[in-house]
């Protein structure tokens, strides 16, 4: 099992940058494509983007292609997501998952999630 963690999430003004780190623990996490979500307030989770387990092919939705990058480092456990030029329409949780699918959009093809980070960006 792996279990997730994310962290990096916090307040910021339109127009800045964060990274969120998403950390396992657990047996295999280079054996898994990872996936990262969001959860605006009131609304569903949706798919932001996704990697292969090995990291050489990624995978964004349409609406952050541009400002969202997803990464790992495989020696650390550890996915990313980089986010440049927040715009308070990116106000969310954002929640990392791990799966054997990829590219996978659907909460249902991930295996283990974390708990989230909060990401609140200003006007």
């Known amino acids: 099992q792996v279990q997730l963690a994310e962290s990096g999430g916090g307040l910021v003004q339109a127009g800045g940058s964060l990274r969120l780190s998403c950390a396992a623990s657990g047996r295999g996490f280079s054996n898994y494509s990872m996936g990262w979500f969001r959860q605006p307030p009131g609304k569903e989770r949706e798919f932001v983007a996704a990697?292969?387990?090995?990291?050489?092919?990624?995978y964004r939705a349409d609406s952050v292609k541009g400002r969202f990058t997803i990464s790992r480092d495989n020696a650390k456990n550890t996915a990313y997501l980089q986010i440049n030029s927040l715009k308070p329409d990116d106000t969310a949780v954002y929640y990392c998952?791990?799966?054997?699918?990829?590219?996978?959009?659907?909460?249902?093809?991930?295996?283990?999630w974390g708990q989230g980070t909060q990401v609140t960006v200003s006007s």
């Open positions: 998952a791990a799966g054997t699918i990829f590219p996978a959009i659907h909460l249902s093809e991930y295996d283990y």
């Open positions: 990697i292969t387990w090995s990291g050489g092919d990624t």
